[in-house]
C-alpha cells in the first residue's frame, strides 16, 4: 500500500494500480524501455492490473515475467469495462494511469487519476478528468515512487 496524505486534502491509502497498456505503457504494442523495471519496484507496494484492448496482440508477451494481472478487454465498450474493473477493485484504493478517450472515466472515477502525454499524445477529455497529468509514463511511475511529488502537485 501507498499512503499519501494531502495537506487540506484526503489521505490516499492506494492498493491497487490500474494502467492502460498502448499509448501508456506501450508503443505500437511493446512496452516502453525502462517501464518493467518501475512496475516490477511498483509490484512490492501495489497490485498492478493492466487493461487493453491489445490493438497488436503483443500485451501478454511483452508483460510476461511482471507480477500483474492482464485484462484483454473486447474491442467494443471499452471505457465501460475500464470503468467497471477498477468498481470492482474498489475506486477509493486504486490508482489509474492512461491516456485515450477510453480512459477517461476510469481516471476520474478513481482515487487517483493520472493521465499521460505518450507517444500517441492523450485525449484532451481524459486529461481534464485526471487529477494529475504527467509528460510520460516514467514520470508517472516515479511519482509513485516518490509520493511527495505528488504531495507537492496536489496539496490545496
Do not use: W
Not at 80 to 86: F, H, Q, T
Not at 94 to 122: C, H, K, Q, W, Y
Amino acid at each position: 500500500m501507498i499512503k499519501i496524505d494531502i495537506p487540506g486534502g484526503a489521505t490516499l491509502e492506494l492498493v491497487h494500480l490500474v494502467c492502460d497498456y498502448n499509448g501508456t505503457l506501450a508503443r505500437d504494442g511493446r512496452l516502453l524501455e525502462g517501464v518493467s523495471r518501475r512496475l516490477a519496484a511498483l509490484a512490492g507496494d501495489l497490485t498492478i492490473h493492466v487493461v487493453t484492448g491489445d490493438t497488436f496482440g503483443q500485451a501478454r508477451e511483452s508483460l510476461a515475467g511482471l507480477d500483474i494481472s492482464l485484462a484483454v478487454l473486447a474491442e467494443s465498450g471499452q471505457r465501460e469495462a475500464k470503468l467497471d474493473y477498477v468498481r470492482q477493485l474498489g475506486v477509493e484504493r486504486t490508482v489509474a494511469i492512461g491516456n485515450g478517450s477510453n480512459d477517461r472515466d476510469m481516471l476520474a472515477a478513481t482515487a487517483l487519476g493520472i493521465a499521460v502525454l505518450g507517444p500517441e499524445g492523450a485525449a484532451g477529455a481524459t486529461l481534464a478528468a485526471a487529477a494529475v497529468v504527467a509528460p510520460d509514463i516514467l514520470a508517472a511511475l516515479d511519482l509513485l515512487s516518490n509520493p511527495r511529488r505528488l504531495v507537492a502537485t496536489l496539496r490545496q
